[in-house]
């Protein structure tokens, strides 16, 4: 199944699309883009007859819980196992090469 795919049908698609290609890769785009459109054609000759729409396999049940709100916890608990805190935060070593402060 070969198809008549130029370079010149290459770059028109790539100007469309508002890409540019160097003139010694067109030919890689050619052949490749060659095959995809070849596969495309040998999908069309496929009898569907009888065969169910489908728009993805997964089924489309909702697996999310319901959005109920909870209590947070209790930042003091919390705190209780962090080596140092400032200010109601967890203080952290200086992540700046330097060590500076941002």
Same mark, same amino acid.
């Given at each position: =199944?070969?198809?008549?795919?130029?370079k010149? !049908?290459v770059?028109?698609v790539? @100007? *469309?699309?508002? *890409?540019e290609?160097?003139?010694n890769e067109i @030919?890689?785009f050619? !052949?490749? $883009? %060659?095959k995809?459109?070849?596969?495309?054609e040998? $999908?069309?000759?496929?009898?569907?007859?009888? +065969?169910e729409?489908? =728009?993805?396999?997964?089924?489309?049940?909702? #697996? =999310?819980r319901e959005? +109920?709100?909870i209590?947070?916890?209790? #930042?003091?608990?919390? *705190?209780?196992?962090?080596?140092?805190?400032?200010? %109601?935060?967890? @203080?952290?070593p200086? =992540?700046l090469?330097d060590?500076?402060?941002?």
């Amino acid at each position: =199944m070969a198809n008549n795919l130029t370079k010149e !049908d290459v770059k028109h698609v790539a @100007q *469309l699309a508002k *890409l540019e290609f160097p003139e010694n890769e067109i @030919q890689g785009f050619t !052949d490749t $883009l %060659g095959k995809i459109i070849d596969m495309i054609e040998t $999908l069309n000759e496929v009898d569907t007859t009888g +065969v169910e729409f489908t =728009m993805n396999v997964a089924d489309n049940e909702s #697996r =999310m819980r319901e959005d +109920v709100a909870i209590a947070g916890w209790n #930042r003091d608990e919390l *705190l209780k196992n962090v080596p140092t805190t400032e200010n %109601g935060f967890i @203080q952290v070593p200086a =992540m700046l090469a330097d060590g500076g402060d941002a």
